[in-house]
C-alpha cells in the first residue's frame, strides 16, 4: 500500500486555527501573486544531504525592506552564522508503527547548527509540494498553493559547521501532531546561533506532509484515527523511539552526519510543541541521554513511574489553559506529573497566548492580519519562546547562572512563575 500524496478525507481533518492562517496566506498571495521569490533555496529532495529547513528574515521594525508578499521568520538573536542540513534516516530495527507493510522506519530530520560563514543559498522553509498539501487540507484551492515554500529564512544550505570538537550541546525539536518540523524553524535557528546543534524530527505519517530524498511525500495516516488517551500515550512512546534512534545516528559510531564530531553527548536536552512537548517526557523516561526537557503547550500522557523523574523539566504554556487549580483537563496531566518530578522544574505561563503562540504560526499570521486567538503579537510571543528556552538550556547544558528562570521578570511581564502547590501564578 501506498501513502504518497494521498488524499485525506474530509472527516476528521486536523485542520483548526491552522485553516485561519492558511486563509490569510492566500488572502495575500492573490493579491501578490507577481512578487519573486526569496534567494534560491535547494529542494529538500535533490538528496539526503540537502537541508530543507529554516527561516529568519528582519524584524518588524525593518519589515519594510522585504520583498512584497515574501512571508518571513524573525532573525535569530545569537552571534553566530546559522547552517542547516536535511537527513534521511532508516531505522532497520523496527517497522513504521502507522503503516505495519513498511518494514522500516524512515525519518527526515532537519539539522540548524552554528557556522563559520553564512553561505550562498537561503535554504527552504518546505517544498513547494508540502507547501500545496498543506493548502489543500485546509481545503483552499484557486490560488498559488506554493506560498508557504516562499518563506524567508536566515540559515544557509550545508553552510560548514562552527564549534570545537565535542563542544556543542544538542537539541532534539519535536512538532506537533499532523504539524511539520519546519513550524519550529524560528526556534531552532535561534538556538542554533547561540551555539547549539538542533534536529527536528518529522514523525513520519504523523504530518500533512513529509517528503523523501527519492521525491516520495508521505501524508498523514495518524490523522484518520480515533484518538483516545491510551492511543496518545502509544503516540509518544513512538515519538521517544524515534528520538532514541535519531542520537543514535548523531552520537554513534558513525554517525550520519559530517559535523556530528562537533556534537557533545554528554550535554543532550529535548523540546517540542503540544505532543511533541509531551513526548519530551516520553523520551526521557526511555532515554537516560536526555538530560533536560521542555513541554511546550503539550497536555501530557507519559506514565511517570513512581520513582519518579529527577532531571530537570519545563513546563511552558498559555494561561488560558495551564493554570493550576482552574480544573480544565489540559492542566490535570501537568499537575499530575509535576508531583512525580523531582528535579529542578519550572512551570511558566504565558499570559495572552494561543496555542500558535509558541511556533512560526504566530508570526507568519500576524504577516498576513489572521486573528489566531492570541492577545499577543507573534513577535512578542516568538521572542518570549526563544528566551525562555534558550535560558533553560544555558542553565542545564552549560551551567550558566538565569535568574529569569527563578522570579517573574519586569522584561517580560507577560510569563507568569506558578506555584502548583499553592495554585498562584504571579
Known amino acids: 500500500m501506498s501513502h504518497a500524496i494521498e488524499p485525506r478525507p474530509a472527516a476528521g481533518r486536523h485542520v483548526g486555527i491552522g485553516r485561519a492562517v492558511i486563509t490569510g496566506l492566500l488572502t495575500v498571495a492573490a493579491?501578490?501573486?507577481?512578487?519573486?521569490?526569496?534567494?534560491?533555496?535547494?529542494?529538500?529532495?535533490?538528496?539526503a544531504?540537502?537541508?530543507?529547513?529554516?527561516?529568519?528574515?528582519?524584524?518588524?521594525?525593518?519589515?519594510?525592506?522585504?520583498?512584497?508578499?515574501?512571508?518571513?521568520?524573525?532573525?535569530?538573536?545569537?552571534?553566530?552564522?546559522?547552517?542547516?542540513?536535511?537527513?534521511?534516516?532508516?531505522?532497520?530495527?523496527r517497522p513504521d508503527p502507522w503503516v505495519p507493510e513498511m518494514k522500516v522506519r524512515e525519518l527526515m530530520v532537519s539539522l540548524w547548527y552554528p557556522a563559520k560563514s553564512p553561505g550562498r543559498h537561503r535554504a527552504q522553509y518546505m517544498t513547494p509540494k508540502e507547501s500545496q498539501l498543506l493548502l489543500e487540507d485546509g481545503g483552499i484551492t484557486?490560488?498559488?498553493?506554493?506560498?508557504?515554500?516562499?518563506?524567508?529564512?536566515?540559515?544557509?544550505?550545508?553552510?560548514?559547521?562552527?564549534?570545537?570538537?565535542?563542544?556543542?550541546?544538542?537539541?532534539?525539536?519535536s512538532p506537533g501532531h499532523s504539524k511539520p518540523r519546519s513550524e519550529l524553524t524560528s526556534l531552532a535557528e535561534d538556538l542554533a546561533s547561540r551555539g547549539y546543534v538542533v534536529a527536528a524530527i518529522d514523525h513520519t505519517y504523523e504530518n500533512v506532509a513529509t517528503t523523501f530524498p527519492d521525491g516520495r511525500v508521505t501524508t498523514c495516516v495518524?490523522?484518520?484515527?480515533?484518538?483516545?488517551?491510551?492511543?496518545?500515550?502509544?503516540?509518544?512512546?513512538?515519538?521517544?523511539?524515534d528520538v532514541s534512534f535519531v542520537l543514535d545516528q548523531l552520537t554513534g559510531s558513525h554517525p550520519k552526519w559530517k559535523g556530528a564530531r562537533l556534537i557533545?553527548?554528554?550535554?543532550?536536552?529535548?523540546?517540542?510543541?503540544?505532543?511533541?512537548?509531551?513526548?519530551?517526557?516520553?523520551?526521557?523516561?526511555?532515554?537516560?541521554?536526555?538530560?533536560?526537557?521542555?513541554?511546550?503547550?503539550?497536555?501530557?500522557?507519559?506514565?511517570?513511574?513512581?520513582?519518579?523523574l529527577s532531571r530537570p523539566f519545563l513546563f511552558l504554556?498559555?494561561?488560558?489553559?495551564?493554570?493550576?487549580?482552574?480544573g480544565r483537563p489540559e492542566v490535570a496531566g501537568w499537575e499530575r506529573d509535576w508531583k512525580l518530578m523531582t528535579g529542578w522544574k519550572r512551570?511558566?505561563?504565558?499570559?495572552?497566548?494561543?496555542h500558535t503562540s509558541f511556533t512560526d504560526l504566530s508570526v507568519l499570521g500576524d504577516q498576513f492580519g489572521i486573528d489566531l486567538g492570541a492577545d499577543?503579537?507573534?513577535?512578542?510571543?516568538?521572542?518570549i519562546t526563544r528566551r525562555y528556552v534558550a535560558a533553560f538550556f544555558d542553565l542545564h547544558l552549560r551551567k550558566k547562572r538565569q535568574p529569569l528562570l527563578d522570579k517573574p521578570s519586569a522584561r517580560y511581564p507577560e510569563v507568569e512563575h506558578c506555584s502548583v502547590e499553592e495554585k498562584i501564578c504571579r
Open 264 to 308: 557533545n553527548r554528554s550535554r543532550i536536552a529535548m523540546a517540542g510543541h503540544s505532543i511533541g512537548g509531551a513526548s519530551s517526557i516520553a523520551a526521557m523516561l526511555r532515554d537516560s541521554r536526555i538530560r533536560a526537557g521542555i513541554d511546550i503547550d503539550g497536555s501530557t500522557y507519559a506514565s511517570i513511574p513512581a520513582s519518579g
Open 347 to 354: 512551570w511558566l505561563l504565558v499570559t495572552g497566548a494561543a
Open 222 to 241: 495518524t490523522c484518520k484515527i480515533k484518538k483516545e488517551p491510551a492511543w496518545w500515550e502509544q503516540l509518544v512512546n513512538s515519538r521517544a523511539a
Open 31 to 47: 493579491t501578490t501573486a507577481g512578487a519573486s521569490a526569496p534567494a534560491a533555496a535547494t529542494s529538500a529532495t535533490a538528496s
Open 49 to 93: 544531504a540537502t537541508s530543507t529547513a529554516t527561516s529568519t528574515a528582519t524584524p518588524a521594525a525593518a519589515s519594510a525592506s522585504e520583498p512584497s508578499g515574501t512571508p518571513y521568520l524573525p532573525k535569530p538573536t545569537g552571534e553566530h552564522a546559522v547552517g542547516t542540513t536535511a537527513l534521511y534516516l532508516k531505522d532497520t530495527s
Open 317 to 326: 504554556g498559555k494561561s488560558s489553559s495551564y493554570t493550576p487549580g482552574s
Open 142 to 173: 484557486g490560488v498559488p498553493l506554493d506560498v508557504l515554500s516562499r518563506t524567508r529564512t536566515n540559515a544557509f544550505t550545508d553552510a560548514k559547521p562552527a564549534g570545537k570538537k565535542h563542544g556543542l550541546p544538542l537539541i532534539v525539536l
Open 376 to 383: 499577543i503579537p507573534g513577535l512578542r510571543s516568538m521572542e
